[in-house]
């Protein structure tokens, strides 16, 4: 009876330990693969070819592209989803499908990326030469601007990232270009990301001034007496009361009044522009008419003291 107990016993302990064994065995599918690397790692997409060894197994080293459901095919496995892994994620994935399929005991698998579908950066927007650009590994947001010969002069201080591996998130951050350390210049980008430099916003000068202009606004602050200078000015013959804001808005376009004679005598408030602004200034016709009439006299007198 003693005997017996202690079959009994000894075949409840195996049962318990394989079952362990067996909730301890990974289990890799096409949904069951997790990805548990650092977010600056490359991720496998879609048309990357790789190449697939086994550790002390020569004969298993093969050449496999993930396919349009990143996936990859090898032999025993069958379809394994490595896409939107790491390639330590991917080798854990394969590993456990192989040692799920016995075909090896726990077998040590190494994924080597030989070729990204998507090998460049792609830098867009307002810099000097848009296109894409292989930068093989992980590189900061400024690499990928300077590989594009940096910005332009119209470049806003806005830049959008979107990850290959994230595309319905893009990221929105300011551009800075004061130094390496602003947290935007260190800003991870890997191929397939694509970085978007925006175009700054633009205020417009017309009328009675020296240079009727577009202004590129280099930050977001500009009034409206700092875009006259950027014009050179008004006139003698510029009717500063009558200047006029035009803007464009949801309800259309405004015309506000700008009193530019009391801006210039500091008694009024100078006013923010906004992008896509217009400050018009009128000429006067009374001074128009007298300034002509000056020139006429000084032509004149010129011209006689010449003649005599």
């Known amino acids: 009876m003693r005997t017996m107990l202690l079959k009994v016993n000894l075949v409840v302990v195996l049962g318990l330990t394989i079952a362990a064994a067996q909730e301890s065995t990974p289990q890799s599918g096409p949904s069951s693969a997790v990805d548990t690397s650092h977010s600056t790692d490359l991720l496998i997409g879609s048309g990357d070819l790789l190449e697939v060894?086994?550790?002390?197994?020569?004969?298993?080293?093969?050449?496999?592209?993930?396919?349009?459901?990143?996936?990859?095919?090898?032999?025993?496995?069958?379809?394994?989803?490595?896409?939107?892994?790491?390639?330590?994620?991917?080798?854990?994935?394969?590993?456990?499908?192989?040692?799920?399929?016995?075909?090896?005991?726990?077998?040590?698998?190494?994924?080597?990326?030989?070729?990204?579908?998507t090998q460049g950066i792609s830098v867009l927007g307002e810099v000097q030469k848009p296109g894409i650009y292989p930068l093989l590994g992980p590189h900061t947001l400024m690499d990928a601007i300077s590989a594009a010969g940096g910005t332009t002069a119209r470049a806003g201080n806005v830049v959008t990232i979107t990850h290959r591996a994230q595309p319905d998130k893009p990221i929105v951050a300011?551009?800075?270009?004061?130094?390496?350390?602003?947290?935007?210049?260190?800003?991870?980008?890997?191929?397939?990301?694509?970085?978007?430099?925006?175009?700054?916003?633009?205020?417009?000068?017309?009328?009675?001034?020296?240079?009727?202009?577009?202004?590129?606004?280099?930050?977001?602050?500009?009034?409206?007496?700092?875009?006259?200078?950027?014009?050179?000015?008004?006139?003698?013959?510029?009717?500063?009361?009558?200047?006029?804001?035009?803007?464009?808005?949801?309800?259309?376009?405004?015309?506000?009044?700008?009193?530019?004679?009391?801006?210039?005598?500091?008694?009024?408030?100078?006013?923010?522009?906004?992008?896509?602004?217009?400050?018009?200034?009128?000429?006067?016709?009374?001074?128009?008419?007298?300034r002509r009439s000056l020139e006429a006299m000084v032509q004149a007198a010129t011209g006689y003291v010449i003649y005599h």
């Open 53 to 117: 060894s086994v550790l002390g197994a020569p004969e298993y080293k093969y050449e496999v592209r993930t396919n349009s459901k990143g996936e990859v095919v090898l032999p025993f496995t069958g379809a394994v989803r490595v896409a939107g892994l790491s390639v330590e994620g991917a080798e854990k994935a394969i590993a456990g499908r192989l040692q799920q399929v016995n075909a090896f005991n726990d077998p040590e698998v190494t994924v080597f990326e030989k070729d990204y579908a």
């Open 174 to 290: 300011p551009l800075s270009y004061g130094g390496e350390n602003h947290p935007a210049a260190d800003a991870s980008v890997l191929p397939g990301d694509a970085v978007v430099v925006s175009k700054a916003g633009m205020v417009y000068v017309v009328g009675d001034v020296h240079e009727p202009a577009g202004i590129i606004m280099e930050n977001s602050h500009i009034t409206v007496l700092q875009a006259i200078a950027m014009a050179h000015g008004t006139n003698p013959t510029a009717k500063l009361s009558a200047a006029k804001l035009i803007r464009k808005s949801g309800k259309g376009t405004q015309e506000i009044a700008i009193p530019l004679n009391k801006i210039l005598q500091a008694k009024s408030s100078d006013l923010v522009l906004q992008p896509e602004d217009v400050v018009f200034v009128p000429g006067s016709a009374i001074k128009g008419a007298t």
